[in-house]
């Protein structure tokens, strides 16, 4: 690889691009450095000179990479970062308060799991240009980070008054800031093609109701583990709980397509199935479970 | 930095962090398992002395203190893994019978036991293939009656794991022989007591709502009652009932009120057998259960628990007079070796 292409690789590492973008970028970007170059060289300079100063004015390519980055996607890089780390923040301070200050043990997987959720948000901010290859996997992690801080939200609220409302708010922005990436996430992986305004808008509005389901399938899943966990413990009916938000965790790939091309539609089928991920375990346990 | 270097920078850091909070939170974490007080006590039949639990991570052994606080003396001490706990005063003080439970393979054991003390030894060991609760001596000291339930289980997927299918038994402390009182397979049946008299039995127990039981020895007739009064559950909840060594009044813990995190706050009630109405006794604003009688007192000893929504219990003891009046902790100094 030449300087000028490693330059251009370097700025495009920082741009969540998704892959034909990218390919655009790319192109533009290098035949923009070897015309400066040759214009260098046509100027007097020979090869390697000319490479050196066309790249110096052209700019670092981290700073470039950012200021392309936040002019396409502006403040996504940035929402990664205030998730990941305020996740990894919360597990720190949650940990120690508990540990230290009211001696009650949380098991050490939980702190296992909150730092891998932050981690992996806070990765996704770092490797930026997968998130634009990975746009469903990154929504995957930004959902399940959404989920466990609402799964925290619930222990949280039976703390002590202070602690319940720092925490609680603390969460609660945590999963604010996380429903926003994912609807950002979800509106930037679709292809702006030949969609007009008016669709966009329509299309940026379906995925926060289809979010809003979501969160509704979430919310009741979750009320019933609780429910579970709280009368008879950790078991197997337990985790049937879970069931309808993996469903629709999983039906959201196909969701975050949908919409980017029929939105309304979607909206309607997005909701039947999230009334199905939702009865589905009832009529299993209901099968399985002869009296109450 | 390059972006491999970021990476690896960011997970070194992350597992460095992790590692220094466990290592730190194992450092700070107490001594394995519970320790503390435990729930019920009972009173020596001369008023002198109370005999307790104390949990030592996570394994009970029995105690007797002076009934105004003071030193506890070790009484039994179990193997590890066992705890004792339940225990009661035979009607001349020289034996304590109590229940000794362990988990063995997944399964739960709970059996009766007779601590003499003249011999300071656990001497009888009554073998049940059943699950036993509680016992309590007749007032003539020749029987101890007991409670047994035949299975352990949860009858629904999403209820825990609970004894059921209870009935009463007798074993004849002279001959040893058991027999059976009731054969009812109650779904629930707790705080069992037998009348001074020494001719009735009383229990607790639930049929679509909690109930006392007096059960007749004579002619296995029984009345049913459930305190009238001011409760805020509802229906209220018979907790640890006791029964007033007059026979006339019945001493139990309910729900009083709720606290400013919603969590019921129990209080000690008294009912009068007559009148089956039921007038709130104490206002600790704290979690009371397990009240008991003096035999010759009017006073009663009860176990606070602070921690009450939380995880692990913290019982308190405290003497107080029959109309609910004065309210004196039990300070109790535990032996050197057993303190946690």
């Known amino acids: ?292 | 930095m390059t972006l491999k270097m970021k990476n690896i920078s960011f997970i070194t850091g992350m597992v460095f962090l992790f590692l220094i909070l466990w290592g730190a939170g194992s450092l700070a974490a107490g001594p394995d398992g519970f320790s503390g007080f435990g729930q019920s006590t009972d009173i020596s039949p001369d008023d002198s002395e109370l005999v307790f639990s104390y949990f030592h991570g996570d394994d009970a052994a029995l105690y007797a203190v002076p009934v105004s606080g003071g030193k506890a003396e070790l009484l039994a001490k179990p193997e590890e893994g066992k705890s004792y706990h339940n225990p009661k005063f035979s009607p001349d003080g020289e034996s304590i019978a109590f229940i000794e439970q362990w988990e063995s393979e997944e399964r739960q054991y709970s059996q009766l036991r007779i601590f003499d003390r003249n011999s300071q030894t656990v001497k009888q060991r009554i073998n049940t293939s059943g699950y036993v609760t509680e016992g309590a001596f007749s007032p003539d000291g020749k029987s101890l009656y007991f409670l047994k339930a035949d299975v352990y289980k949860n009858y629904s997927p999403i209820a825990s794991e609970r004894p059921h299918d209870f009935d009463i038994f007798r074993m004849d402390l002279e001959s040893g022989k058991t027999e059976r009182i009731t054969d009812q397979k109650a779904y629930d049946m707790s705080s069992l007591e037998v009348t001074s008299s020494g001719d009735k039995l009383m229990y607790k127990t639930y049929q679509s709502n909690d109930q006392l039981v007096f059960l007749s020895l004579k002619d296995n007739s029984k009345e049913r009652m459930v305190p009238v009064g001011d409760f805020a559950s509802g229906t209220p909840v018979i907790s640890s009932p006791t029964l007033s060594p007059d026979g006339k009044s019945i001493v139990f813990s309910d729900v009083a009120a709720k606290d400013e995190n919603g969590t019921f706050v129990y209080e000690a009630f008294r009912m009068d057998l007559e009148t089956k109405q039921a007038e709130q006794l104490t206002n600790f604003h704290e979690h009371v259960t397990s009240p008991v009688y003096f035999h010759n007192a009017d006073k009663l000893i009860v176990t606070i628990n602070k921690n009450f929504a939380g995880a692990d219990p913290e019982y308190s003891y405290w003497a107080i007079s029959a109309d609910g009046e004065r309210q004196d902790r039990l300070e109790i100094k535990m032996p050197e070796a057993d303190r946690s």
């Open chain 1, 1 to 292: 690889m030449t300087n000028i292409e490693k330059h251009v690789e370097k700025i495009l590492e920082h741009m969540q691009s998704p892959h034909d973008e990218r390919e655009d970028i790319r192109e533009e970007l290098i035949s923009h450095l070897e015309e400066a170059k040759q214009r260098y060289m046509s100027g007097g300079f020979d090869e390697k000179q000319a490479e050196k100063q066309a790249l110096s004015d052209f700019g670092e390519s981290d700073m470039i990479g950012h200021q392309l980055q936040e002019s396409m996607y502006p403040y996504q890089r940035g929402f990664f970062h205030l998730i990941g780390i305020g996740t990894i923040l919360f597990g720190v301070i949650f940990y120690v308060n508990l540990v230290f200050f009211l001696n009650e043990p949380i098991p050490v997987w939980w702190l296992a799991v909150q730092l891998l959720s932050g981690s992996a948000v806070t990765l996704a901010a770092i490797n930026i240009s997968y998130v634009g290859k990975y746009f469903y996997i990154t929504n995957l992690l930004l959902l399940v980070n959404i989920i466990w801080n609402g799964i925290n939200f619930a222990v949280a609220w039976s703390m002590s008054t202070w602690q319940a409302i720092f925490f609680g708010i603390y969460l609660v922005t945590l999963i604010l800031l996380g429903a926003v990436a994912v609807i950002r996430n979800s509106y930037y992986s679709s292809e702006p093609t030949e969609n007009l305004q008016q669709k966009r808008g329509l299309v940026l509005f379906s995925y926060v109701v289809n979010l809003l389901f979501g969160a509704a399938v979430a919310g009741i899943s979750l009320f019933f583990l609780w429910a579970f966990l709280a009368f008879s413990g950790l078991g197997v009916y337990a985790f049937i709980t879970v069931a309808p938000i993996i469903l629709w965790i999983i039906a959201y790939k196909y969701q975050m397509g949908a919409i980017a091309k029929k939105p309304l539609v979607s909206l309607l089928t997005g909701l039947g199935f999230s009334l199905l991920a939702i009865a589905f375990p009832f009529a299993v346990f209901l099968m399985f479970s002869g009296r109450f």
